[in-house]
């Protein structure tokens, strides 16, 4: 497993290396420790599930994993995100004004690869990113999340037009979060693969580790991380309030 990632996890779901790399699932009281990953953070993580190394980490509240111990401690995560868990996790969550926010896969790259067709870029830096804030077309590429800074995108431009936009957020200092836009007309030509892996590869060589977030169900944007190569890491429940 990858170095950079199980420590993340580690200081994500409270736990140690250890933990991680173990093939027990694990309960821990969710603290905010220093390193976690800062996307998106609300003032109160109730509950959060990872599935990765085979098992389960939760971290949350002390009552509701008590819960989860009794009900999910020895099962493994290779099904977990099934209907049936999530919906018996959620009747339980609406119990005490909870319930799931989202259930997402995520990929790391370890690897410089080009892959994509050739086209023409722009690179912007942290500072130049700010004239792309409010504009609706880059809302994935570049987020402006205040406890996650946008630090590093590409752009594919024609005739001064954009036609996509991948970017990084410093989710951690040694993880960073990339996103893809791409404008409908240019959809399917293989840009969102190019500027992704082109961002992978620019941020590997900074020294940070890159990972990509999809849904479930955006098999448009799973091929684009495969495409670009990244590769399934873990899959992460987290929790909202109603």
Avoid at 66 to 84: K, L, P, V
Wanted: charged share 20%; proline share 3%.
């Amino acid at each position: 497993m990858n170095p950079v990632l199980c420590r993340q996890l580690a200081a994500d779901y409270c736990c140690s290396v250890n933990d991680v790399l173990d093939r027990q699932n694990h309960f821990t009281v969710h603290q905010y420790l220093d390193g976690r990953r800062r996307f998106q953070e609300s003032d109160e993580c109730f509950l959060k599930i990872a599935a990765v190394n085979g098992k389960l980490l939760f971290s949350g509240n002390s009552e509701i994993l008590t819960w989860c111990t009794e009900q999910f401690e020895n099962d493994a995560s290779d099904w977990f995100f099934e209907a049936e868990n999530l919906h018996r996790l959620n009747e339980r969550l609406y119990y005490e004004g909870y319930r799931i926010g989202m259930v997402h896969p995520f990929y790391i790259a370890e690897q410089v690869t080009d892959a994509g067709p050739d086209v023409d870029v722009s690179w912007f830096e942290k500072e130049e990113i700010n004239q792309f804030q409010g504009d609706p077309r880059f809302n994935e590429a570049v987020a402006f999340d205040k406890n996650a800074q946008d630090m590093l995108a590409v752009a594919a431009v024609k005739d001064g037009q954009i036609l996509g936009m991948a970017g990084a957020s410093c989710d951690s200092p040694t993880m960073w979060q990339i996103g893809i836009n791409v404008m409908p007309e240019s959809r399917t030509s293989g840009i969102g693969t190019r500027l992704v892996s082109l961002l992978k590869n620019e941020v590997l060589k900074r020294g940070i580790l890159p990972f990509y977030g999809t849904s479930m169900s955006h098999i448009a944007s799973q091929r684009v991380a495969i495409g670009a190569g990244f590769m399934p890491a873990w899959a992460e429940l987290v929790t909202t309030k109603v």
